[in-house]
Structure formats: structure tokens, C-alpha cells
């Protein structure tokens, strides 16, 4: 069973850090494109970054360039997410999701983790 957990979650102010990360398993983690999708509130669900299999090519929507670093672990099959200066825009709901490698569709979802930033 594919298994997608998120943590790392919670209330920061701008222009803070936090880092979320995703703890995966049921599949071959070091064999699979990731990506961290978010969903702000009353909104659609955003792509925010993906990572292929080794790390080796790491993407960013452009409102995260610069801000947010995605990177792995293979030998711990976890994903990460460091997020630094932190805006209100940045509150969502935040998903790690098994890429089919095009980083346009996802086959499996964690359950996410609430990001809040505010003062």
C-alpha cells in the first residue's frame, strides 16, 4: 500500500522558515519524480516544486524561486521542502504526491499539512 505522510506543518510569521517533510513508503521511492502541489484556502490546488528520482533536476513555480529548496532522501524515502521567507501568500494546505515524471499529474496523494503564515 502506498503510503504518503506529511509533517512539518504550522503557524509561522512572515518571513519565516519551516520545513515539511514526506515520509513514503509501499513503492520505489529512489525510483520516482516527486512534487509538492499546495491548495490555499478557497482556492485550486497549486504545483510548487518537484524533484526527479536522483535529485539531479529540481523544479520551481516561479513564485517559489529562490525561496523554496525541494530535495530527498532515497536511503530514508523522505522528501522535504524548506521554505524560507515566508508570506501570507503562502498559506495552503500542503501535499507531497507521487509524480508520473511530467510533474503535471500525480498518482498518489499524502493526506497534507497546514502551512499558516501570519502575525
Known amino acids: 500500500e502506498v503510503q504518503l505522510v506529511e509533517s512539518g506543518g504550522g503557524l509561522v510569521q512572515p518571513g519565516g522558515s519551516l520545513r515539511l517533510s514526506c515520509a513514503a513508503s509501499g513503492f520505489a521511492f529512489d525510483e520516482s519524480a516527486m512534487s509538492w502541489v499546495r491548495q490555499p484556502p478557497g482556492r485550486g490546488l497549486e504545483w510548487v516544486s518537484g524533484?526527479?528520482?536522483?535529485?539531479?533536476?529540481?523544479y520551481y513555480a516561479e513564485s517559489m524561486k529562490g525561496r523554496f529548496t525541494i530535495s530527498r532522501d532515497n536511503a530514508k524515502n523522505t522528501l522535504y521542502l524548506m521554505m524560507d521567507s515566508l508570506r501570507s501568500e503562502d498559506t495552503a494546505v500542503y501535499y507531497c504526491?507521487?509524480?508520473?515524471?511530467?510533474?503535471?499529474?500525480?498518482?498518489?496523494w499524502g493526506q497534507g499539512t497546514q502551512v499558516t503564515v501570519a502575525s
Open positions: 504526491a507521487k509524480d508520473l515524471g511530467s510533474y503535471t499529474a500525480f498518482d498518489f
Open positions: 524533484i526527479s528520482w536522483n535529485a539531479g533536476s529540481r
